[in-house]
């Protein structure tokens, strides 16, 4: 069956309901495979790796297989939507939208599961896109093996655009991330006696006032970087001198020239106040796999004049974003291009309020559909 835009929406809200942290996605895995499971399985396979679901579609002409990846994860972000279909796991969130993902990406399966495609389709229900870089752990498994496409494609929703947009640029579409973690360790003591205790509140905003200078005095002004320490946890109580701090944070760049040389700045400046305030530092810098996310030229050619050329379609060239996505690691591997759709929301992604416009959906899967079959008639004569 072809899932009809009302079929979608439901599908969507069940979804919202279900948010789970990235790999723990068990329930969202296995609604996703009961969807499948009622579509057309005459060229249809599947195979789960973990909480990872890749659906093979045998083409008319088998020599060219094209990808589509979804993300599936949500975040540990508390819901104040007031929607009547709210997250029912607390603590959690779909505050990415990528239950407006799944869906999308499941109404362009139903599609080719009625309308066999001219070439083999491999569609990627990747976990955790938000925490462990799940693209790139599902890529190093193995699994897609001979299921592996030659082209991929993936999108993200876009709260600043209006419902149904697509936005697309050649080159960087999303920047490189990298997690800071960073753990100082010094001696706890009374409040009254800090020559005989070593103080991490101290050491630790010494640390967070000086990363501040990596942009302004490292980041060639032409070029771009961002230093975020969005968490800093020390002490318990004021009469305490605390023993120890820790700082979470993430890096942002454009290029991984630039996020390298951020990383290095980060690792000096915290090794200079372990050195300075005598104290010890654990410093965890994780990249895994959130490259910048560099579209090809030649797909995103294709793409961008396709959806210019098609007159359902509102198309936006957008700047780059400092959003990170471990998409990036597989476009590394594997030419494609990632785009936004919109779903006009005035909260941002991550935001407890973010409600996606649904009307999105079926927009996104047409525009989606449509170009994937021109391309696919295109790399079927070739
Ligand atoms: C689209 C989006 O919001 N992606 C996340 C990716 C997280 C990367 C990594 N965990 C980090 O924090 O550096 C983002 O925060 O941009």
């Given amino acids: 069956m072809i899932l009809s835009e009302q079929e979608l929406i439901e599908i969507r809200r069940e979804l919202h309901q279900i948010p789970e942290i990235g790999m723990e996605e068990f329930e969202t895995q296995k609604k996703l495979i009961s969807i499948i499971k009622k579509m057309n399985n005459e060229w249809l396979e599947f195979k789960t790796w973990k909480t ?16 589509y990846r979804t993300d599936i994860d949500g975040l540990p972000v508390t819901e104040e939507t007031g929607l009547s279909f709210s997250s029912k796991h607390k603590g959690k969130m779909h505050a990415c939208g990528h239950d407006i993902h799944m869906t999308v990406a499941l109404g362009i399966l139903s599609f080719f599961t009625e309308q066999r495609p001219n070439v083999n389709m491999t569609f990627i229900f990747q976990p955790a896109e938000e925490n462990a870089s799940g693209g790139k752990q599902l890529y190093e498994s193995g699994t897609l093996d001979s299921w592996m496409p030659d082209e991929i494609y993936a999108f993200h929703d876009n709260p600043g655009l209006k419902a149904g947009v697509i936005g697309c640029r050649q080159g960087t579409l999303f920047a490189g991330t990298c997690e800071i973690h960073a753990t100082f360790t010094g001696k706890s003591g009374h409040a009254a006696f800090p020559h005989n205790a070593n103080d991490m509140v101290v050491a630790g905003a010494y640390f967070v006032t000086q990363i501040q200078s990596i942009v302004s005095r490292n980041v060639d002004p032409i070029q771009s970087g961002v230093v975020t320490l969005g968490h800093f946890n020390a002490g318990t109580t004021g009469n305490v001198i605390a023993g120890k701090a820790q700082i ?3 890096i942002r760049a454009l290029t991984q020239e630039m996020n390298l040389l951020i990383q290095k700045r980060v690792r000096k400046i915290a090794e200079s106040i372990a050195e300075s305030f005598e104290c010890e530092v654990d ?48 476009l590394s591997k594997i030419p494609g291009t990632m785009f936004w759709l919109g779903v006009d929301s005035p909260y941002s992604l991550h935001s407890e309020h973010l409600a996606p416009k649904e009307e999105a959906i079926m927009k996104g899967v047409d525009a989606m559909t449509g170009y994937l079959q021109a391309r696919m008639t295109k790399l079927s004569k070739k």
Avoid: W
Avoid at 53 to 59: A, Q, Y
């Fill in 52 to 67: 990872a679901t890749i659906v093979h579609l045998r083409g008319i002409d088998e020599t060219h297989t094209v990808g």
């Fill in 248 to 250: 979470d944070g993430t």
């Fill in 283 to 330: 410093l965890d810098l994780h990249q895994g796999g959130y490259y910048p996310v560099e579209n090809n030229s030649e797909t995103t050619k294709e793409f961008i004049n396709y959806m210019m050329s098609t007159k359902e379609v509102v198309f936006e060239e957008t700047k780059p974003a400092m959003t990170g996505e471990d998409f990036g690691f597989l």
